[in-house]
């Protein structure tokens, strides 16, 4: 008898706070070309959950509390989204005796739409009165697979993206080219849905290299709606006063890399999708092959999100030297002019163990001020490219 209480009570405790259901997801997408020069990509997903639990909520003006009532059964509830994308390269030439230039502008226009699932005809969401008036709730709020959403979405995303290339002809035959934008990026979204405010902020961003040493690229952002004398938001586009927009916040950054250029490194122990990861990351390793490195950054901020402006400036360098072969010395630090103090500082000596790595972490000022030895296994790619993993604080 104890036994069969003891179970009973076990079984009715796990049934009670144990969570359960089923989730089916049917996602379908296509993509086909329109007039041969407009790329359409449109998707559709559709998600089915099914639970068995329901709970209703009642508000008792007597006790002035929220009842709940927990309903057994079987419950299936859908939502669903779709979207689709359309895009196209557009190309522009100009040329000179010994010059030409290439425009390519790639527009691209996504539209999704997901309606408001906590409509009454979905059975989702339901509201009820209480001493801070009408609330909304869901039968199914602590399901284990989640709830579709009670927010509606119209929403038309547009993206410009501009590459501008120059071509130089040296007289011999020979065409040297140049990319004087690597990219620059302006788009913005349009949300049907709501009441007011419905256009984002524009954002703007470019990068190029004015250089092989030097870098630059900048983003921005530019609220096309006007402020009252407080600071608020309205729904009145700046357009309308001849002005496209307010420049909310400017990031500006230069770059100079003194080191000698990389080399792309190869082995036979990686297989091809490792080897791409390491050489597009090379700054994440500590290359024992390469005597020094040594980086500038300048950066540039601005930010004025309602009335109020913010600058803030500061200078940052880092590199590292070889000791020995085996013996590397790095370092990191910089300068907030704004504030007149210095920015996240640290030294790393790094130890190659062939088989193994030393890495001795030391941030001497500011809040992390804290110190890191570690000895690790290299992995056998590492072993044959003479690389060490970088770490930083929030590594550790």
């Known amino acids: ?23 089916h997801t049917l996602p379908i997408s296509t993509s086909f070309n329109l007039f041969k020069y ?12 099914w639970y068995f639990q329901k709970k209703i909520k009642n508000w008792s003006d007597e006790l ?28 522009g030439f100009i040329t000179t005796k010994n010059k030409k230039f290439r425009h390519i502008l790639t527009p691209t226009i996504t539209y999704s739409y997901q309606p408001d699932f906590s409509n009454e005809k979905f059975g989702i969401y339901s509201t009820l ?13 602590n399901g ?29 035959g020979e065409e040297k080219k140049i990319k004087l934008i690597e990219n620059l990026s302006v788009s913005g979204t349009y949300n ?65 890399n003194l080191t000698n250029p990389k080399v792309e490194k190869k082995s036979d122990l990686a297989d091809p999708e490792q080897l791409e990861y390491i050489n597009q990351n090379l700054d994440n390793f500590v290359d024992f092959d390469v ?18 402006s913010e600058i803030i400036q500061s200078v940052n360098f880092n590199g590292d030297i070889n000791i020995t072969k085996k013996w590397k010395i790095g370092f990191r630090s910089g300068y907030d002019l704004k504030n007149k103090d210095f920015t996240y500082t640290s030294i790393d000596i790094y130890r190659d163990l062939h088989c193994w790595e030393m ?38």
Do not use: C
């Not at 309903?71 to 390269?89: C, E, M, P, V, Y």
């Not at 709830?147 to 410009?160: A, C, D, F, R, Y």
């Open 359 to 396: 890495t001795f972490n030391w941030i001497p000022i500011g809040f992390h001020q804290s110190y890191n030895f570690m000895i690790r296994v290299k992995s056998s790619i590492l072993q044959d490219l003479k690389l060490t993993k970088k770490r930083d604080f929030y590594d550790y």
């Open 129 to 141: 009165e209480t001493n801070n008036g009408t609330e909304k709730y869901s039968f199914f709020e």
């Open 291 to 308: 005597p020094w490195t040594l980086k500038f950054y300048y950066n540039f901020t601005y930010n004025k999100p309602t009335l109020d």
């Open 64 to 91: 002035e509390i929220l009842e709940t009532d927990t309903l057994n059964g079987f419950w299936a509830i859908r939502d669903f989204r779709f979207s689709t994308q359309l895009s196209t390269k557009i190309f």
């Open 1 to 23: 008898p104890f036994l069969s209480l003891l179970f009973l009570y076990t079984s009715n405790n796990i049934s009670k706070n144990m969570r359960n259901g089923v989730k």
């Open 192 to 256: 049907n849905a709501i009441d007011s405010l419905k256009m984002s902020n524009i954002s703007i961003s470019m990068r190029t290299k004015l250089s092989d040493k030097i870098n630059l690229k900048f983003n921005s952002s530019i609220d096309p709606y006007e402020l009252t004398d407080n600071g608020t938001k309205i729904n009145k586009y700046l357009l309308e006063s001849g002005n496209l927009g307010r420049l909310t916040n400017l990031n500006f950054d230069i770059s100079i």
């Open 144 to 172: 284990i697979y989640g709830i579709p959403s009670s927010i509606k979405q119209s929403l038309l995303n547009v993206n410009l993206n501009n590459n501008l290339e120059m071509k130089i002809n040296n007289g011999n």
């Open 38 to 49: 407009i790329n359409i990509s449109p998707s559709f997903q559709y998600n089915e959950r």
